[in-house]
């Protein structure tokens, strides 16, 4: 019977029983993985009892209470004071004053968000724009010493970034770009740009020469043929390159805690300081990290076919 | 629309629209330099010109919180120092540990994880995504997570640990004891970068060509004999390529760690970012931790040029 199985597929293909067994530590792989990411998005929907109960509770009736102090700033006030107010308004008011509670006002966290959206955008657009030009020429023309500015395009994201934070700290001190969108969108750019550069001069690689060179017969200048001709046939490549950016931009900590305090500060800084009374608020800092990672799944699906290019500056393609 | 109309539309819209002068004039050297140009002014100002005012500060006594103060050089006095520094040789000997323990794991797993996928089962592509999303994460909030699951009583780790060993869960502190504090940030690294490995391996293993397996089972090889001889050897450079990158990210580690123990407990996981983080901006010590970052700077040079020519290696094939 083992004789009937083993030649009955290809030498190279791997026999069912093979593929089952690799299946199965596969998938129990991925669901151990899984797990706390699970646990986080499930304590975003905990009350705060609940999030810090032993054993950890893993059947629990859903509360909004995470998501109501991820948005808010409450204060605490004597039960009269609370008797004495009207019906409450909205389920969060609700929720709040059930803890003896008022809700005092909006929380910092929509405006980080913003904040991070504004900033991970601009320095993606920025970025991608600056090496989409650079690619190209470094594609197609002949540059001197081309090696090594490329070499040198990378490296610049090879420095530790406390390293370049200390002179950027005092540069932007200087000239005033200290905890401004505009000074973390030109710091990200130049952090992304050697991405760029080295990731779409891969996809322009690709594109053959020769589409270029017949729409210059035809009479398009040197300009024209970049921008009809191959910027279109390198959208694939602009949108992968682009979410990557975006990602790093979103992502990063390291810049932004130490160059952004208030106006400017992005959402990673922001989710660890997110405290109730004694102690961490875990339901909202749950809620927060939720809302913070959905994008990045977003992302990871539509990107899935490219993450390798981009995760190796393009070193392998597939 | 007839065949004549939409010949004449093509015709129409083939032909390039007038443009002036000066731009059909431009020789490619132009448009290359025009294109290259506000890339790198754009490096130079926020990465080099930086790079070069800390050598500078790296000789002087300069202070950020005391801007006033006259600013004097020093010479090689911080180098000597931070090179005499027992803080410093214990940061390097923490970030080591990190950085050696977490490829190892991270190469093994990763490496394991992408052969078995390579068994292309039923649904692969479907959980290769899935497990891929750990490192698509924000490191920082990746910590800060983690120090939800590591906590001692109400934490998932240590009850999922007590649950299979009987250990009492709140016997032991992932994050606030010494001998284990340095394994906690492993554990959590290899958690989420292990996808990555494992991306980099599994092109490796499907880079390499079927008729070589063919030719070998032929051959009667073993299944045993052509993982060492076929397998392992052709995706090795991808596999050196993965560890390199891990290496280099590893060494520069910050966000993840500083969340998760804040380089506590004492000084145990306090690795050589985080050192240089408290002496520039809590100890507002700058000339001091200039020095230091150029230390670090030319290290992690190092291994980038190693990198590039691996990974010229790797492209060659």
């Known amino acids: 019977m083992s004789i009937t199985l083993s030649t009955a597929h290809s030498v190279v293909e791997p026999s069912l029983l093979a593929k089952r067994s690799a299946g199965f530590i596969v998938i129990v792989y991925a669901l151990i993985s899984m797990a706390p990411l699970f646990w986080i998005f499930a304590t975003g929907w905990k009350t705060p009892p609940d999030s810090i109960s032993y054993p950890p509770k893993i059947v629990f009736n859903p509360s909004l209470e995470g998501y109501c102090n991820l948005f808010t700033t409450r204060t605490r006030q004597t039960t009269d004071y609370i008797n004495a107010l009207g019906p409450p308004q909205g389920t969060c008011d609700e929720v709040t004053r059930r803890r003896e509670m008022v809700i005092a006002g909006a929380s910092n966290y929509a405006p980080r968000f913003v904040n991070s959206l504004i900033i991970a955008f601009g320095s993606t657009f920025l970025a991608v724009s600056l090496g989409v030009f650079s690619a190209y020429a470094f594609s197609r023309f002949k540059i001197p010493l081309a090696d090594d500015l490329l070499f040198f395009i990378l490296s610049t994201r090879m420095m530790p970034p406390i390293a370049v934070a200390i002179p950027i700290y005092l540069m932007y001190r200087e000239i005033g770009l200290s905890d401004t969108a505009l000074g973390m969108i030109l710091l990200y750019t130049a952090v992304n740009v050697s991405l760029a550069v080295w990731l779409l001069k891969g996809f322009i690689d690709e594109i053959p020469k020769e589409y270029e060179e017949a729409a210059m017969i035809d009479g398009y200048t040197r300009l024209h043929a970049f921008f009809k001709v191959v910027l279109p046939q390198a959208a694939t490549g602009i949108a992968a390159t682009a979410i990557f950016c975006l990602i790093f931009a979103w992502n990063e900590f390291a810049f932004a805690v130490l160059l952004t305090s208030g106006e400017a500060q992005t959402a990673p800084p922001f989710i660890p300081t997110i405290i109730g009374e004694g102690g961490m608020d875990w339901p909202a800092v749950g809620a927060g990290t939720t809302l913070f990672l959905i994008p990045i799944l977003v992302f990871t699906i539509l990107l899935r076919k490219h993450l390798l290019r981009g995760i190796t500056f393009g070193a392998v393609r597939k | 629309m007839s065949t004549i109309d939409l010949l004449a539309t093509r015709a129409v819209k083939a032909t390039p629209p007038a443009l002036s002068k000066a731009v059909r004039g431009l020789s490619d050297k132009t448009i290359a330099w025009i294109f290259i140009a506000p890339t790198i002014i754009l490096l130079l100002a926020i990465n080099i010109f930086p790079l070069v005012w800390t050598i500078y500060l790296s000789f002087t006594n300069y202070a950020a919180n005391r801007p006033n103060r006259p600013v004097m050089n020093v010479g090689l006095k911080w180098y000597r120092d931070i090179l005499g520094s027992p803080e410093v040789w214990a940061a390097m000997q923490a970030t080591a540990h990190f950085v050696f323990w977490t490829i190892l794991f991270q190469t093994l797993i990763g490496f394991g994880l992408a052969y078995l996928i390579d068994r292309k089962f039923k649904g692969h592509a479907f959980w290769t995504t899935i497990i891929l999303i750990p490192m698509m994460l924000s490191p920082a909030v990746v910590g800060n997570f983690w120090k939800f699951l590591y906590q001692p009583q109400i934490g998932l780790f240590n009850y999922v640990i007590s649950f299979f060993t009987g250990i009492e869960p709140s016997s032991f502190e992932m994050l606030g004891s010494v001998m284990l504090a340095p394994w906690a940030i492993v554990i959590v690294d290899t958690w989420m970068w292990t996808p990555y490995v494992m991306l980099i391996c599994l092109a490796g293993l499907r880079s390499i060509p079927g008729y070589i397996y063919e030719a070998a089972e032929v051959d009667r090889a073993s299944n045993w004999r052509q993982f060492w001889s076929i397998t392992l050897p052709m995706a090795l450079p991808f596999i050196m390529l993965a560890v390199l990158f891990r290496g280099i990210e590893n060494f520069k580690m910050f966000d993840m760690v500083v969340l998760l123990t804040g380089g506590g407990p004492g000084s ?40 590039v020519r691996t990974l010229n290696r790797v492209k060659q094939r």
């Open chain 2, 268 to 307: 145990t996981t306090e690795l050589a970012s985080i050192t240089l983080k408290r002496q520039a901006f809590e100890a507002y010590r700058t000339g001091y931790s200039s020095a230091f970052a150029i230390i670090l700077f030319v290290a992690v040079f190092g291994l980038a040029n190693i990198y």
